[in-house]
T-cell receptor, first 111, second 116 residues
Framework: GNSVTQMEGPVTLSEEAFLTINCTYT??????LFWYVQYPGEGLQLLLK?????DKGSNKGFEATYRKETTSFHLEKGSVQVSDSAVYFC??????????FGAGTRLTVKP | GAVVSQHPSRVICKSGTSVKIECRSL??????MFWYRQFPKQSLMLMAT?????????EQGVEKDKFLINHASLTLSTLTVTSAHPEDSSFYIC????????????FGNGTRLTVT
């Protein structure tokens, strides 16, 4: 079945550092890929998504490119801010199967 | 790690009947639980947020009388789809959070509901 493997955390960075959170997936067919974010004290929010190979999702300075050849959807940001501290979830969904989430990666950005 | 058990994983029911979905936190106390609905290849849609012992807070456009949510204890929340219709067929997923503030979400495996 489909599954998502996400880089384990926690991740601690200094402000303005470069961020990468790895996400790889296993799926039959052509799933849509998502990154969700949970800010402290809040519910889940969609951060970005990509629906086909080579698509790049982007939002709030975050980017992720759908790489079919490596079955990856790594999340990147060139310069993180304290306000980016949150838990990030990678997820996939396709037409035949249900949505699957990674375990989540906690990011803490220090001033 | 924290485990959220959602049951059943799949259910088929006839139009007009009601279906109950359970979401249990197995090894932690979930002060807040969230219920989502998801269509194939689409993002999650938050339906409601429930806190133990109080009424659920529903998102705009979600019918309270249609989707009954009960968070009766710190380890159990239920979603009942009342008088189900084929358009209610979807994937429903719950998540739970222990404590407040920086506590992470933990997801159930979801329930595929098919209404015939």
């Amino acid at each position: 079945g489909n599954s998502v493997t996400q880089m384990e955390g926690p991740v601690t960075l200094s402000e303005e550092a470069f961020l990468t959170i790895n996400c790889t997936y296993t799926a039959t067919g052509y799933p849509s890929l998502f990154w969700y974010v949970q800010y402290p004290g809040e519910g889940l929010q969609l951060l970005l998504k990509a629906t086909k190979a080579d698509d790049k999702g982007s939002n709030k300075g975050f980017e992720a490119t759908y790489r079919k050849e490596t079955t990856s959807f790594h999340l990147e940001k060139g310069s993180v801010q304290v306000s980016d501290s949150a838990v990030y979830f990678c997820a996939l969904s396709d037409l035949m199967n249900d949505m699957r989430f990674g375990a989540g990666t906690r990011l803490t950005v220090k001033p | 790690g924290a485990v959220v058990s959602q049951h059943p994983s799949r259910v088929i029911c006839k139009s007009g009947t009601s279906v109950k979905i359970e979401c249990r936190s197995l090894d932690f106390q979930a002060t807040t639980m969230f219920w989502y609905r998801q269509f194939p290849k689409q993002s999650l849609m938050l339906m409601a947020t429930s806190n133990e012992g109080s009424k659920a807070t529903y998102e705009q456009g979600v019918e309270k009388d249609k989707f009954l949510i009960n968070h009766a204890s710190l380890t159990l929340s239920t979603l009942t789809v009342t008088s189900a219709h084929p358009e209610d067929s979807s994937f429903y997923i719950c998540s739970a959070r222990a404590g407040t503030g920086n506590s992470p979400l933990h997801f159930g495996n979801g329930t595929r509901l098919t209404v015939t």
